[in-house]
């Protein structure tokens, strides 16, 4: 795996460049830059797999080099650097980078998830279809959905639980408060499946943000798909995973793995429409599975693709895992992966919805 580390610092380079290399698995390929700029030259020389960038640096800032790079490599994997952990700036880069760091930085950290990257370059998502994920930021979110929370944030009564209520019923939101509340812009940079304590981290005011900027992302009428049909489908897998689980202590991860199956269904719907509408047509045609069908068309499901981008965006392990196995072709791997096998069971009962006629809009597309 090829990583550029991009940083103005000559001295914060040389060292994280140095131990890097020390803590790395010997078949990485590890390079600087101390510019932007110069970051752009070697990647339109060589391609990298990831980009470990500054926030701060002058002439070009982290942003805006992030920006230029999911433009022209959309598939490079984007990491920021921050030694500001300001909430404002976590929200500007949000859209932009797929994981946060604060220094001074933890080696340990960034080696542990570099390593979950290069794990996730070794799965089924490769070429153009990566270069598509990658690309992604903002999942879809209805605007009813900020409606909803900028009103609760401006009563003064309203509680956490409240708040917790609105958020779920958006998943796409759901997977970007859970990946930036884990993120290093925070006090607690651990990953949580917990949304309750997500929310708790960020404030109402970023909560409210990321709806208001996921809004303009809506899922093609093409897909055949619209945002209710799959709101409320992953509302009731969630519910019927949280209700199969066995022990409690899971029952938070199931309910949020459950909301979180089909995000990459939501984002094929947005940014492949075709490549659904074609599968959900071959599953009513032949009586099977959407999994089925998109396996047989493409030899990827939408389960591999949703585990792909949560993986990007570093959500906690058990519910990535649960997210690529929930069509898995082998259910005695879920013996023992009691999130996993909840969701798979939630899905089995429910997934018919997601291949009825009555999934189409009534609209017609734009």
């Not at 914060?12 to 140095?18: C, D, E, I, K, W």
């Not at 949560?310 to 392990?317: D, E, R």
């Not at 898995?328 to 429910?350: C, F, G, S, W």
Request: a negative charge; glycine letters at 6%; one cysteine or more.
């Amino acid at each position: 795996m090829k990583v550029l580390i991009v940083d103005d610092e000559p001295r914060v380079l040389s060292a994280l460049n140095r131990v890097l290399r020390q803590s790395a698995p010997s078949d990485w390929e590890v390079s600087t830059a101390t510019s932007g700029s110069e970051a752009l030259a070697k990647l339109g020389d060589a391609a990298v797999d990831v980009v470990v960038s500054d926030m701060r640096m002058p002439e070009m800032d982290g942003t805006t080099l992030l920006r230029e790079i999911r433009a022209r490599w959309p598939g490079t994997v984007r990491m920021v650097l921050s030694g500001h952990a300001d909430p404002e700036e976590a929200h500007q880069v949000a859209s932009i980078a797929h994981q946060f760091f604060e220094k001074p930085l933890s080696i340990k950290d960034l080696v542990a998830a570099l390593r979950d990257v290069a794990q996730l370059r070794r799965g089924p998502i490769t070429g153009a279809l990566r270069d598509v994920l990658g690309a992604i930021g903002d999942l879809p979110a209805p605007p009813t959905i900020y409606t909803a929370l900028a009103t609760a944030a401006a009563d003064p009564r309203a509680h956490i639980d409240q708040l917790t209520a609105i958020v779920q019923r958006d998943p796409a939101l759901v997977a970007k408060v859970l990946q930036l509340a884990g993120s290093a812009f925070f006090t607690l940079r651990t990953p949580t499946s917990d949304l309750r304590t997500a929310i708790g981290r960020l404030g109402i005011r970023l909560v409210s943000a990321l709806a208001l900027s996921a809004s303009a992302f809506r899922p093609d009428p093409i897909s055949g798909l619209s945002l209710d049909a799959l709101s409320n489908h992953a509302i009731a897998c969630a519910a019927t995973a949280r209700r199969r689980v066995q022990d409690p202590e899971h029952a938070e991860d199931a309910f949020v793995a459950g909301l979180l199956a089909d995000i990459g269904l939501a984002a094929l719907a947005c940014w492949l429409p075709l490549r659904v509408r074609d599968a959900r047509a071959l599953a009513q045609h032949q009586g099977a599975g959407l999994a089925d069908a998109e396996r047989a068309l493409y030899g990827v499901t939408h389960a591999e693709v949703g585990g792909y981008v949560l993986g990007l965006w570093h959500l906690p392990s058990t519910i990535v895992e649960a997210v690529e196995l929930h069509h898995t072709l082998d259910p005695a791997i879920l013996a023992n992966r009691p999130v996993a096998l909840a969701v798979y069971q939630a899905h089995v009962e429910h997934d018919r919805e997601l291949t009825a006629p009555e999934a189409v809009p009534a609209e017609p597309a734009a």
